[in-house]
């Protein structure tokens, strides 16, 4: 599967953004997807995922509460919508996808989780 990520930008500290990543082809509902950062200098974070049917999405506690990962398997896109951004939130965000199938309690969040990538969408939040 091929990942293209979109959406990132310029915000204000406060501000919202939402992110999207479209997969190619007619299996995207067989992925389980995540969405990771990566800011300067430092190594590629865990942000969320969210399951194949949609549900039961999963946070990083850095983000929760502010941030909501959603899915439409029709139009092959997850979504990162992000509210009440700060400044620590700037970096390269990037969508991952993975088709092995977890025990319902684990919540793929290491990048080593996921096999395919997209190639990041750049997020700014000045202060």
């Known amino acids: 599967v091929q990942l293209q990520a979109s959406g990132g930008g310029l915000v204000q500290a406060g501000g919202s953004l939402t992110l999207s990543c479209t997969a190619s082809?007619?299996?995207?509902?067989?992925?389980?997807m995540g969405w990771f950062r990566q800011a300067p200098g430092k190594e590629r974070e865990f942000v969320g995922t969210?399951?194949?049917?949609?549900?039961?999405?999963y946070y990083a506690d850095s983000v929760k509460g502010r941030f909501t990962i959603s899915r439409d398997n029709a139009k092959n896109t997850v979504y990162l919508q992000m509210n009440s951004l700060k400044p620590e939130d700037t970096a390269v965000y990037y969508c991952?996808?993975?088709?092995?199938?977890?025990?319902?309690?684990?919540?793929?969040?290491?990048?080593?989780?996921?096999?395919?990538w997209g190639q990041g969408t750049l997020v700014t939040v000045s202060s």
């Open positions: 082809g007619r299996t995207f509902s067989t992925y389980v």
């Open positions: 969210i399951r194949r049917s949609g549900g039961s999405p």
């Open positions: 991952a996808a993975d088709r092995t199938y977890y025990s319902e309690d684990y919540y793929p969040r290491r990048t080593n989780d996921y096999h395919y």
